[in-house]
């Protein structure tokens, strides 16, 4: 085991963080950004700026970010090394052309719900013709995370009544929980539940539209996104380009992340009102504290329908008992 430490310029570390998003080692160690884990090496990103890396060949994952151009848009595919395992996607798909794509006629997919205790996982893709981007933008589109739920309803809403095609699905608890037990990742969940949606866009449009270029919001390196895909027998489709905060660059992906966060809103709405309270977003204290007045009223098998019981949360609850 040998290991390399170079200091990166913040902007790199942050591309970094992205870049290993769904290889995450969680808590970090004090003192850390991140620590995420691959086949090669442990990276463990610094606040000093110094970022270790160690493993079995922590070379090749350095080198990937060795000489990288912090001005680039390119996370994904920092330096053409043909040594690197890094994604070696077919020449359709891509991360530098997403920014061209964002600006005509393309579909964008975002989920809600992944980072929250209670309730479901949501997903939505949304197709937007060219013409309509300014429009969208007008009327308030923009990532769902800056905006109040309260508006989230409004928005959804005018688009709905400007009729843009959209899919969205809904993965609940019970769901949810069967298939984190049977081995499936977040990730894993995450990049089917796009897919689904995706697919579903595409067949309601294609018969005007042709191949429309996609754009995902990207929560993993798009080969593990791919190769979730595969381990289902599926495949990423032609022109889909990853990118990271998507929802700032495309509109679609915008406006897929608020209807995701309508939905995830709406069915955390009907949860409570079945449990008689009101579920708190997010994973925090106050969620494990909420954790420990259902189980006492309803018991702990109530969890499997109304969380996702493989959060630290579950655990942490027990001191509230
Ligand atoms: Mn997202």
Redesign the pocket.
Known sequence: MSHITEVFADEIIKKMHYFYADQLIEPAPNGAIFRAKTDDATITAYRSKKVLFQGRNPEKEARIWQGFDASSSAPTEPNSDPTSQRPNLSSNTSVNKGMTVVQGTHIGS??SGTGDYFGPVTACAVFVHAEQIDMLRSIGIQDSKAIKDDTIKTLAGQLVDMKIPFASVVLRNEKYNTLQRSGWSQGKIKAMLHHTVLEKVREQTKVENGIVPIVI?Q?CVPKVYASYLRSEGLSIPDDTHFMTK??THSIAVAAA?VIARLRFVEEMDKLSEELGQTLIKGASQKVDKQIAAIIREYGVGKLDAVAKVHFANTKKAEKWL
């Open positions: 975002d989920e919001d929560f998507a929802e992340s």
